[in-house]
């Protein structure tokens, strides 16, 4: 009773105020997912670069501790690993090698961000390279497929 003296007062009529308790209508549905769609057109692109950008990124972080880890095996053996006994090196005892005091990695080795084993190569001049193929496990490339090296 006292809620047909408010919508007398107030000007609604019964039907108008059982509307407006039923929730959304389809054009508004439809406005919102309109706004929404457009939105995620526009921000989408900008956070999928950043996501390859991120990924290269973490692929120069991974090189540059291989990098640290290949100079802490230096220090103890008095070399570098050669190509054949490559970066297992860091985790394992390379034959009869002398001096080996590792592991000198934590955990695992690693791969790089889009999966691939990183690539290491001791020509024998007293330097040595790592390389992630980047995304498309190729070499060459560019943008997130780029080669990723510790030595420019």
Do not use: C, H
């Not at 006292?2 to 509307?19: D, E, T, Y």
């Not at 990124?57 to 006994?85: C, H, M, N, W």
């Not at 190569?121 to 990723?148: K, T, W, Y």
Request: glycine share 14%; charged share 20%; proline share 7%.
């Amino acid at each position: 009773m006292a809620n047909k003296l408010v919508q007398r007062i107030l000007g609604q009529a019964p039907r108008a105020s059982m509307r407006l308790s039923k929730g959304f209508t389809l054009i508004e549905l439809l406005v919102v997912l309109a706004i929404l769609t457009m939105l995620a057109g526009l921000v989408g692109p900008k956070v999928l670069n950043q996501l390859g950008g991120a990924k290269s990124k973490t692929a120069s972080v991974q090189i540059a501790d291989l990098d640290k880890s290949l100079e802490l095996f230096k220090l103890d053996v008095g070399r570098y690993p050669t190509t054949e006994e490559g970066l297992d090196a860091l985790m394992k005892r390379p034959g009869s090698v002398n001096g080996w005091n590792g592991p000198y990695l934590k955990g695992e080795l690693p791969k790089d961000p889009w999966g691939n084993a990183y690539r290491y190569a001791n020509p024998g001049n007293g330097s040595f390279e790592i390389v992630s193929l980047g995304s498309d496990g190729a070499p060459g490339g560019e943008g997130e497929a780029a080669d990723i090296r510790n030595k420019p």
